[in-house]
């Protein structure tokens, strides 16, 4: 009886008859699997490359402001940004901040921050949890950061669960020391680097920015050569010389 059962495995050891179909039917379930996986896996990439990018162009369209920003240009910066990463209406949050860094006390503080979606507005606390996200500032130095979630779900659940792609970029201010939003006050800098006469602090004979020519052509400041008569504690535009 063992040594028939042992000649009956060999024999369908050794027999090569068959045909394609019964390989087919094992083999083709498994490589559907493996290519819907792929694809799920790509299309996740793609999405978190897409988001990011639109991220950074939020981030640096508001670098280049110079005007304070308004509660529609923070809706509508929303709106671009689920247009070019393609979400749901209810998919999507934004997150807007302004942070500025302090020597002193080695701390971050947030001047004004906005969102849109679920998440709420960033708070001082909440700046410095993620401090190791954030590069080496100068002192009063400031950044914009672009925060944004997006609801994933995959087709497949090949190793993934629907889960959020967050993406984040700091960008700093490109033609104003800082970037203001309507109706909050920081200080007495206007974001023109306190280039108008009529900005708080009166120091126009301290400007570098905006107002300079006026500043070179006002009779209060051709007279204030040394700065005694400054307000603030900048210095005056016009250079002392040796022999003056």
Request: glycine share 6%.
């Amino acid at each position: 009886m063992l040594t028939r059962f042992k000649s009956a495995l060999a024999r369908f050891r050794e027999d090569t008859a068959g045909t394609v179909t019964v390989e087919a039917v094992i083999v083709f379930p498994l490589l559907l699997w493996l290519f819907g996986a792929t694809w799920v896996w790509f299309d996740v990439s793609r999405q978190q490359a897409v988001n990011q990018k639109a991220n950074f162009t939020i981030a640096d369209a508001i670098s280049r402001e110079t005007d304070p920003l308004t509660q529609d240009y923070i809706d509508n910066a929303y709106k671009l940004m689920k247009h070019m990463s393609k979400a749901g209406n209810d998919d999507l949050d934004m997150r807007i901040s302004v942070v500025r860094y302090t020597s002193n006390n080695d701390r971050y503080d947030v001047l004004w921050s906005e969102a849109r979606g679920e998440y709420s507005a960033l708070q001082t606390n909440d700046a410095n949890t993620f401090r190791s996200r954030l590069p080496v500032m100068a002192n009063n130095d400031q950044l914009i950061l672009v925060e944004t979630w997006d609801d994933y779900a995959p087709v497949l659940e090949a190793g993934l669960s629907p889960f959020e792609i967050e993406t984040f970029s700091f960008t700093r201010p490109r033609f104003a020391p800082q970037v203001l939003f309507e109706g909050k006050t920081y200080n007495a800098n206007n974001g023109h680097g306190n280039g108008d006469q009529n900005a708080p602090g009166g120091s126009l004979c301290n400007n570098n920015a905006e107002n300079a020519d006026e500043g070179d052509a006002a009779n209060e400041c051709n007279e204030n050569i040394d700065g005694s008569e400054n307000q603030g504690t900048g210095e005056s535009k016009k250079k002392k010389w040796w022999w003056w």
